[in-house]
Structure formats: C-alpha cells, structure tokens
C-alpha cells in the first residue's frame, strides 16, 4: 500500500483550527468506520473556515471556563451525512445540514457554518443527577454570544452546538430531553424568543446551577 493517501490524511488532519483544536478532532465518524468510508473535506478551505469559526468563537470560550470538552460528532462529508440519514441515524438530509454538520458546503442562502456534538464533563455529574440541562444551555446563552443553536440530547447531556456565518439569524434552544423544571420537550428559545416558563426568570436564575459547579472548578 502506498505510504501517499496515509501522508496526505495525516497532513490533512494536522490541520489547526484554533489554540487547543485540530482538524482530526473532528473528522471520526461511527458510520464512516462500519461503512468504510472517508470522511474527508470535499472542500478543505471552507471547512477549515467554517471550523475555525466555531472553535475559536464557540468551544474555545466553553472550553476556557467549563475545562475539556468531549467532541462525539462534528463535520461530516456528504457521502456519510447522506447515508446516516438513510441508515435513519439521526442525520438530517444533506440539504438540511449545509452549514450544518457539512461544513464544506454553504446552504441555501449562500453562508457558510459548522456544528458540532459535544459534552462537557465537568456539567456530566449534575445533568446525571438531576436531569437538569437546560441550565447548561441558558449560560451558554448568556456567555457564548458565538454560538447560533443548540440541540440537546438525552445521553450524557451531549448537544449539538452551531456557529453560523448570518449573525443576524436568530437563536434557537431546542431539545429531545424533558426539562425537569416545566416538564416537557419545548424548546426553551425559539427565534430569539423565550418559552413562556422562562419568559419572566431573571437571567441569572435560568443558570444559576452553573455557577455553582464553576465555582468548584475555578
């Protein structure tokens, strides 16, 4: 086997996104490793782009104050995309992950984003103790201005968590978990707007779990 595609990937994934990422930190895919395939950039310079724009306005900051974070998924080729969205593995269609979990594609309207899955350790004690994640998602509200959504997802309080190049599109917080506070499954930010339930709580209270496990860790 030549020693060429070994050297070009290892070239490829050496590529640096922001102080603490690496380009390979986002390249494993469990569907690319069953299915053989390579998960690999189509289009390098906007994946390198886009990525850089998450890192360094999205994870660095979360990283900075919550210590390591773990990345479960991130960029993904349209080749894989499309066939986890076949395999019915949680994957969007291609269209819809433009800018999305595609970085090397723009979407519909032209721009350019990135998304990735992640978990903070450090929050993993208390979401399995108390089901609570949308105190997570309300202080990175507050404290990550960077970001343009979030997903989340019942293991491991993992979420996805998107930089989008509009920054005049507006926010969303949504979720597969049920929200111990009210209940149910609603997104907590839709469009900018808060749900009911958090409407009239003081910003500082929506999150003020956080700031107690923060305080531990600083």
């Excluded at 060429?4 to 569907?31: G, I, N, Q």
């Excluded at 993904?76 to 969007?92: D, H, I, K, P």
Aim: hydrophobic share 40%; with cysteine; glycine share 6%.
């Amino acid at each position: 086997m030549s020693k060429s595609p070994v050297t070009k990937m290892d070239k490829l994934a050496r590529t640096r996104l922001s102080k603490h990422f690496f380009l390979r930190d986002f390249l494993y895919s469990e569907t690319a490793v069953v299915n053989g395939i390579n998960n690999i950039p189509d289009d390098l310079s906007l994946a390198v782009e886009a990525g850089s724009n998450l890192c360094e306005k999205v994870l660095e900051p979360i990283q900075d104050a919550w210590g390591r974070i773990h990345i479960r998924s991130a960029f993904r080729s349209c080749e894989v995309n499309q066939l986890g969205n076949e395999l019915g593995a949680n994957c969007a269609s291609n269209e819809r992950n433009f800018a999305g979990h595609i970085w090397d594609r723009r979407d519909e309207h032209g721009f350019m984003g990135a998304t990735a899955c992640i978990v903070i350790p450090a929050y993993l004690d208390y979401y399995e103790k108390t089901g609570d994640w949308a105190s997570l998602a309300w202080w990175i509200h507050a404290n990550i201005s960077g970001y343009a959504s979030m997903t989340f997802f019942p293991p491991l309080c993992a979420f996805n968590i998107s930089w989008y190049e509009d920054a005049k599109r507006t926010k969303n917080i949504r979720t597969y978990v049920v929200d111990p506070r009210t209940g149910h499954r609603k997104a907590v930010l839709k469009d900018g707007i808060e749900s009911e339930y958090y409407r009239s709580m003081p910003p500082s209270e929506r999150y003020a779990a956080c700031e107690s496990i923060l305080l531990n860790i600083r």
